[in-house]
Antibody, heavy 121, light 107 residues
Framework: EVQLLESGGDLVQPGGSLRLSCTSS????????MSWVRQAPGKGLDWVST????????YYAASVKGRFTISRDNSKNTLYLQMNSLRAEDTAVYYC??????????????WGQGTLVTVSS | EIVMTQSPATLSVSPGERATLSCRAS??????LAWYQQKPGQAPSLLIY???TRATGIPARFSGSGSGTEFTLTISGLQSEDFAVYYC?????????FGQGTRLEIK
């Protein structure tokens, strides 16, 4: 069974940094692109970033480009999201999700349970 | 950026009836469209990909159709567990974008 487990969410002040992790099991991690999708409280889904299976290709939403960095450690079956210069509008539940292919750009299945990031002073 | 517009925002349907949810793309996404279901307090789960292919384990009462800019998710014989929020997502172009969601509620 494919499982994704996010961690690292916390309360952080505006301008601060946080690193999220997503540990995976049940599949060959390096063979699939992975993504982060967020959901602000009471709002819809908002794609954040995607990384290919090899880590050679990365993609970002305009709202986070230059502030967030997606990465992966295929030896540890773990996906990361380094978030810098955090803003109040980054407050959301952050989900990691598996894509269907090694190349980036597809649907998301499955999703982790999410980790809450709150940016507030 | 491709804008995905879902309608209606809220749909009230009686159990056992059929629900029809719409998703429109601001430009063609071919058949690169997925549908998700999200229940309160849970992560989204995949229902449909490639516009009309049911994900593993999804009941046949869920069906997707359309291509280009117009897409439909139909749920036949609504069951109590189907009342949730539904999102469409295009993966034809970067950035990946979602619709704003349709809330399916019990009438």
């Amino acid at each position: 069974e494919v499982q994704l487990l996010e961690s690292g969410g916390d309360l952080v002040q505006p301008g601060g940094s946080l690193r999220l992790s997503c540990t995976s099991s049940g599949f060959t991690f390096s063979m699939y692109a992975m993504s982060w999708v967020r959901q602000a409280p009471g709002k819809g889904l908002d794609w954040v970033s995607t990384i290919s299976g090899t880590g050679g290709s990365t993609y970002y939403a305009a709202s986070v480009k230059g502030r967030f960095t997606i990465s992966r450690d295929n030896s540890k079956n773990t996906l990361y999201l380094q978030m810098n210069s955090l803003r109040a509008e980054d407050t959301a539940v952050y989900y990691c999700a598996k894509e269907p292919n090694v190349g980036a750009g597809g649907w998301f299945d499955p999703w982790g349970q999410g980790t809450l990031v709150t940016v507030s002073s | 950026e491709i804008v995905m517009t879902q309608s209606p925002a809220t749909l009230s349907v009686s159990p056992g009836e059929r629900a029809t949810l719409s998703c429109r793309a601001s430009q063609s996404v071919s058949s690169n469209l997925a549908w998700y279901q999200q229940k309160p307090g849970q992560a989204p789960s995949l229902l449909i990909y490639a516009a009309s292919t049911r994900a593993t384990g999804i009941p046949a009462r869920f069906s997707g159709s359309g291509s280009g800019t117009e897409f439909t998710l139909t749920i036949s014989g609504l069951q109590s567990e189907d009342f949730a929020v539904y999102y469409c997502q295009q993966y034809n172009n970067w950035p990946i974008t979602f619709g704003q969601g349709t809330r399916l509620e019990i009438k």
